[in-house]
């Protein structure tokens, strides 16, 4: 059974709509609509794991960081570390 689907409108570059209509025409998605949806799902499973390394990485490093930490990082990234 397939899950309810939602209309929805969206503006994109006209370059960018081309190459996904080839692509459909080419076979690689049913439609535009899939070809967008495979993207989206894509994308979200690409941030959730993200998500997940960093969750990752802080328990491994003890947490999030300090204040101290923090500021150390900025005086680094800025340039103004003695």
Do not use: W
């Not at 969206?10 to 081309?18: K, N, P, S």
């Amino acid at each position: 059974m397939t899950r309810p689907k939602a209309k929805i409108t969206i503006t994109v570059d006209q370059g960018v709509l081309a190459s996904v209509k080839a692509a459909v025409g080419g076979g690689q998605a049913p439609s535009v609509s899939a070809y967008v949806e495979h993207a989206i799902v894509g994308q979200l499973a690409a941030e959730a794991e993200f998500d997940a390394t960093i969750a990752d990485l802080l328990n491994t490093t003890g947490g999030e960081p300090t204040d101290e930490e923090r500021a150390e990082a900025q005086r680094l990234l800025s340039g103004t570390a003695a």
